[in-house]
């Protein structure tokens, strides 16, 4: 029975953000610090002429100043990442600018001064000679022969373009009965963590050994991106407290922790940067903009034969993250559905807009975006109920594990059964009855349901299965590692290998390694900062691809399982009797019914660590344990075979999501009037959390297809660069989510858990358009584009096209 | 041009030469070492560095640090008495209601001086005193269940 998995457990972080005692990367002070400002394009699109610091040099108080020289000189363009592979020439791109810019806020050069004032002063001092060239921001015209192109090496704006083939897709659409066609649209996007970027850089010269202090969610991305470019060898990442991620923090970010470093080089002094927000919205990447032509070969009795679809993904100004928003999709390429044959084409086009970066579930909502629409499509084509259409499509409770068209291998779930309690909890039928009622009184009220899955534990290897001619994969699988220490006082110090980004690590790590020592989560403190020097990491350590419940959990409890044994043979020995007649409760190890042979973690730590005589001659002194975790089940299909059949993840949660929504035909505004998830995360270690995670996804899943977003216009200018330009939700906009569990646990991981992070925000887009449409039904719009603006929405509902020029 | 002030920050007198541009938020951070008042956005729309200056709730980013010469300010630093969290502080715990950490100050000042002012909000109520502290982290489902226990926690004493 267990005592602390699953149960509430008071949180470990809480305390310390309550009181205002967390510790940031902005909350950090070197002795003799800069401050750096980054010098950023007012163009889209431009070769840099010339750069001249000399007057802002003038200010004494100035120390550094960075041109596209010294980067050019200084440092090394990064190596072509997982995203890049597919580049038919490598590009060399650096950490700034260095002959052009091709989006507005792209780093053209820094400045280091006394403190941020100055160095906020010395940017307008520094000149620039740009000569503008001619910009484009939309995908269709950047692949027209006529369309100004970014880069010169690839002579086309189409950077990446490739297929991926599963099962009979020709054959499928031949022999269906009908073939349902939709365009679909989903815009650029964000989390827009509340801490900006963040970085903090100290290089000893004499030792040649560079430290920064970074917000940022994967360590290898920063650690890699500095010896990469800068050539050193000795290179520590330290991880505070991150102010929120999602994404955000993962790629991008290395940009600017190479700029600082090399201010920090260059003055021989710590430097800190402090991302404003404006500079974030503009310049600190964006989900990317992804445009579908589906098509579903489907028999009358709704059964989906085949899924084809073009994707046409606008990645920005750079070519670092190419294929990011379409290799995701395989992760959940099936969704929730059997359909034996599915192909996928993506074209990768580069714009003269902020650079795409993964974002919560990066492709993963586009694609279940693309099932859910056409699900609905299907069902309005063939006149059946959507219901009951996925119902007829949906993967059977004994059919798991399921192995996908693609390669995945679906652990466990009911979908049916996940289907099935939503529409109870709802109370579906009454709900449309209602919506009959009030729709002949001229209300505009609209209810979508859909389902997705949520894949957890990234396989690293996924992204060779579009690049054929890759040999080596940049990695495989996943491996993440845990320390665990009893300390001389009998409590417990663990280290992760991961940063926490505000999932509540610390909390759910302690109750797992709480619950296998036989102690309490309140006698274990977890490491806040992840430092490379000390934390055990490997390239699943990483606070992204929904990774902590397979590889951190994993690695956690491998970690207290070796620990505990290495404190029964401890305590045999001093205890003299069997180990196998021990049991330990409450951090004391004992004979059950004895009350006298026992011995207390306090008194094992100093015997452990001072009393050589008292420990067995065969046994390492000291009680601590390291272990490195990795998926036992991760075969076969770690690495992509002939047919391109794929493990792109470990994992499947998934969720059946309802919306009920109601349309001002005055304002276009959607209210949300009603949210409900049923959703099988598997084994919950602590609900709170849980819960948490899917609150918060959901939530900007719906923000999402509601209004947030980034705004361009048509020479490239972003027109949204602060919260309130970009329509950030607050408590006045925000239903409120409700959430029952349905769990499946997973056959395959240490505790049967399943991922909870990226969740919600894959179907909740799906869902808003979905209900907004039934909505609409009297009107007969149908919604294809996300998002769901007022004014989008007006338009739709009075008939009135679209005539603004600017561009998502 | 430095000037002189004299600001009360959580009960003890503060006298600091500031430039007349430093933002009081930074002022905060920097010149008194209280990091607990975080910067998101720098223009009054996140709410992150939220306080109370003479009682009442404003943003710090949106004043600078002379408008608080001769002033008394409260930051989240000052809600706990001896390392006991306050009824919002552990309210704010026990539900969760946080997950980064990073808006959860602004977030508690602006709890604490809704039911300072309002002791039993309605949840409508408590969603717009709270609709100026943005989180980009929780759904705000937990940060609202916590602000109405901790109205609840209140009236028990």
């Known amino acids: 029975m267990a005592k602390f998995v699953g149960s509430r457990s008071r949180s470990k972080e809480g305390p310390r953000h309550v009181t205002g005692r967390g510790l940031y990367t902005d ?38 100043v960075i041109t596209p020289d010294d980067v050019k000189q200084s440092t090394r363009p990064f ?25 507005v806020g792209e780093p053209v050069g820094a400045v280091a001064a006394r403190d941020r004032g100055t160095a906020e002063d010395a940017l307008e001092l520094i000149s620039v000679e740009y000569e503008p060239l001619r910009s484009v921001v939309d995908v269709r015209e950047a ?50 963590p509340l801490e900006p970027f963040a970085v903090i850089a100290s290089y000893d010269a004499a030792s040649k050994r560079l430290t920064v202090w970074v917000t940022a969610q994967v360590p290898e991305v920063i650690y890699d991106g500095l010896r990469e470019a800068l050539g050193l060898q000795d290179v520590r990442v330290i991880i505070p407290d991150v102010g929120g991620g999602f994404g955000q923090k993962i790629h991008l970010i290395r940009k600017y922790v190479v700029l600082i470093s090399l201010l920090a080089m260059k003055s021989g002094r710590p430097v800190k940067w402090i991302e404003d927000r404006s500079e974030h919205m503009m310049a600190g990447g964006h989900a990317c903009a992804q445009e579908f032509e589906a098509e579903a070969a489907v028999k009358n009795d709704g059964t989906v034969l085949g899924l084809r679809f073009k994707e046409y993904d606008d990645v920005g100004g750079s070519i670092s993250t190419l294929t990011i928003h379409f290799t995701n999709k395989l992760n959940n390429l099936s969704n929730t559905y059997r359909t034996p044959n599915i192909s996928m ?44 259409v996925r119902r007829k499509n949906l993967i059977q409770p004994n059919e798991m594990p399921y192995s996908t068209v693609s390669g995945n291998v679906y652990d466990s779930g009911d979908y049916p059964g996940l289907l099935q309690g939503l529409l109870e909890k709802i109370d579906y039928d009454k709900l449309r009855e209602e919506q009959k009622r009030e729709r002949e009184k001229g209300r505009l009220i609209g209810i979508g349901v859909v389902i997705g899955v949520e894949p957890g534990g990234r396989n690293a290897a996924r992204d060779m299965a579009i690049f054929p001619e890759m040999k080596e994969p940049p990695g495989s699988g996943g491996i993440n590692g845990a320390t665990i220490k009893l300390e001389k006082n009998g409590t417990l110090a663990l280290h992760l290998g991961s940063p926490n980004c505000g999932q509540a690590h610390e909390t759910t790590t302690a109750q797992v390694a709480a619950e296998v020592l036989g102690t309490t989560p309140d006698r274990i403190s977890t490491s806040i900062p992840f430092d490379s020097d000390l934390s055990p990491w490997g390239v699943a350590a990483a606070n992204s691809g929904n990774n902590f419940h397979l590889y951190d959990i994993g690695a956690v409890h491998g970690a207290a399982t070796r620990l505990r044994e290495k404190i029964l043979k401890l305590s045999a020995h001093v205890l003299n009797v069997d180990s196998k007649e021990l049991a330990i409760e409450d951090s004391t190890v004992k004979v059950p019914g004895s009350t006298v042979k026992q011995v207390s973690f306090a008194e094992l730590g100093r015997i452990a660590y001072n009393n050589q005589h008292l420990i067995p001659d065969d046994m390492e002194p000291g009680l601590q344990a390291t272990y490195y975790y990795t998926f036992p089940h991760a075969k076969p299909n770690i690495v992509p075979n002939a047919e391109r059949l794929v493990r792109a993840q470990f994992t499947f949660s998934a969720g059946a999501h309802a919306a009920v929504v109601e349309i001002d035909k005055a304002t276009g505004k959607v209210e949300v009037l009603r949210y409900l998830i049923v959703g099988d995360n598997g084994t919950v270690i602590n609900p709170d959390v849980v819960n948490g995670q899917v609150y918060g996804s959901a939530t900007h899943g719906i923000a999402v297809a509601l209004g947030e977003g980034f705004i361009y216009s048509p020479d490239g200018q972003p027109l949204t660069v602060t919260y309130l330009d970009y329509g950030k939700c607050s408590t006045a906009e925000t239903p409120k989510i409700e959430v029952v569990h349905r769990p ?18 894959i179907p909740s887009p799906a869902a808003i358009a979905s209900a907004v449409e039934d909505a609409l039904t009297p009107l007969g719009v149908k919604i294809t584009d996300l998002p769901l603006t007022p004014e989008v929405v007006w338009r739709l509902v009075n008939n009135n096209p679209e005539s603004s020029r600017r561009s998502y | 041009m430095k000037q002189t002030i004299n600001v009360t920050i959580n009960g003890r007198l503060y006298r600091e030469d500031v430039e007349p541009r430093l933002l009081l938020s930074h002022f905060l951070r920097e010149n008194i070492g209280l990091t607990g008042t975080h910067v998101g956005c720098v223009v009054g729309e996140c709410g992150a560095c939220t306080i109370l200056l003479d009682g009442k709730l404003v943003k710090s980013c949106l004043h600078f640090a002379v408008q608080a010469d001769g002033r008394e300010v409260t930051t ?41 002012d309002h002791p039993n909000p309605s949840e409508g109520e408590i969603r717009k005193a709270l609709s100026g502290n943005l989180c980009m982290c929780t759904g705000y489902v937990q940060i609202v269940e916590a602000v109405k226990d901790a109205a609840q926690g209140l009236k028990n004493g």
């Open chain 2, 76 to 116: 989240v630093e000052g809600l706990a008495k001896d390392g006991e969290l306050s009824v919002v502080q552990e309210a704010f715990v026990k539900h969760y209601a946080f997950q980064c950490g990073y808006c959860t100050p602004g977030m508690i000042m602006a709890s604490y001086a809704l039911l300072r």
């Open chain 1, 143 to 192: 692949i027209k022969p006529s369309s100004a192109v970014l880069f010169d090496e690839l002579g086309t704006n189409l950077a990446w373009h490739g297929a991926l083939k599963y099962g009979e897709i020709d054959g499928a659409f031949k022999s269906a009965d009908r073939i349902v066609k939709e365009n679909l649209k989903i815009h650029r996007y964000s989390s827009t």
């Open chain 1, 27 to 64: 909350d950090f002070m070197l002795p003799g610090m800069l401050q750096a400002m980054i010098l950023r394009s007012p163009h889209a699109h431009a070769k840099i002429v010339s750069i001249d610091p000399s007057e802002a040099l003038k200010n004494p108080n100035v120390i550094t």
């Open chain 1, 345 to 388: 084409e993506g074209f990768a086009v580069v714009t003269n807009k902020c650079p795409v970066i993964p974002n919560r579930g990066i492709g993963k909502p586009g694609m279940c975006f693309v099932w859910e629409r056409m699900m609905d499509r299907v069902a309005q084509e063939l006149n059946l109920s959507p219901i009951e």
């Open chain 1, 744 to 761: 499946s646990p997973s056959p395959f991981t240490t505790l049967g858990q399943k991922a909870a992070g990226e969740g919600a925000a």
């Open chain 1, 79 to 103: 190596r072509p990442g997982r995203y890049a592979a597919g580049l038919k020439r490598p590009i060399d791109e650096y950490a700034g600018a260095v002959d052009k810019v091709r989006y």
